[in-house]
């Protein structure tokens, strides 16, 4: 595709489809073209560099995320909608994980995001740096739910990379670390309760009960200073 019939958006979408099948180390200007049946340096025209490109295409997916309505639901619904929508977006790109490790990410969906974000933790009570930290707290508890996620897909893809059968390997290495587990009581004893699931299985609803237990205890926050 020539350059002068390329656009901005068309590169964004298709860096998001690579990164998606390939990862962050999958994202090269040449990959790039080739998806868009362009020449790499066409791409140049209209992103600096790869890491421009990260940026433009992670900002583009928090578009993925809802932003409630605060006028028609309270602030412990918007919040739970918002980290449900986030947890469920970073889980469809689990490369945005590394890149939130590897480099600044900002644009004006993700500002307007937070931007959302604060405006919940301040209609709940929350004020000045409270606010800042209630909406950090929740950001990085789902952030961190997801690290499960990322790691999963990126060993997957390494070891097919590598001609293996990836969900042999992955099983052969779950079989030994519960081998090693087995060795400690309440280990040993959660793989003899849940013998059909692996060993670094989350039980179910675990996102949505640690969620609960964050907003809970930010909700507590704020019961105990209207009682001080």
Request: aromatic share 8%; glycine share 8%.
């Amino acid at each position: 595709m020539p350059r002068d019939t390329l656009t901005r958006e068309q590169i964004v979408r298709a860096a998001i489809e690579l990164l998606d099948a390939e990862g962050l180390e999958g994202l090269n200007m040449r990959s790039l073209g080739k998806r868009l049946g362009s020449a790499a340096t066409a791409v140049y025209w209209h992103v600096k560099n790869k890491d421009n490109l990260v940026i433009l295409a992670s900002d583009e997916v928090w578009n993925e995320v809802g932003l409630p309505d605060l006028d028609t639901v309270d602030w412990r619904t918007a919040a739970s909608s918002m980290a449900g929508d986030l947890y469920a977006m970073v889980a469809r790109h689990p490369w945005l994980v590394m890149a939130f490790a590897s480099q600044p990410l900002y644009g004006p969906n993700k500002a307007r995001h937070d931007d959302h974000s604060l405006a919940v933790y301040e209609k709940a009570g929350f004020v000045g740096a409270e606010a800042d930290q209630a909406t950090a707290a929740v950001f990085m508890y789902v952030l961190g739910s997801t690290l499960g996620i990322s790691a999963s897909v990126s060993v997957n893809r390494r070891l097919s990379h590598g001609g293996g059968n990836a969900q042999a390997l992955v099983q052969e290495a779950m079989t030994q670390a519960a081998e090693v587990a087995s060795q400690f009581p309440r280990l040993r004893s959660r793989l003899d309760a849940y013998a059909d699931a692996d060993y670094a299985a989350a039980p179910e609803k675990s996102f949505e009960f640690g969620l609960q237990s964050v907003l809970d205890g930010l909700e507590e926050r704020l019961t105990t200073r209207l009682h001080r």
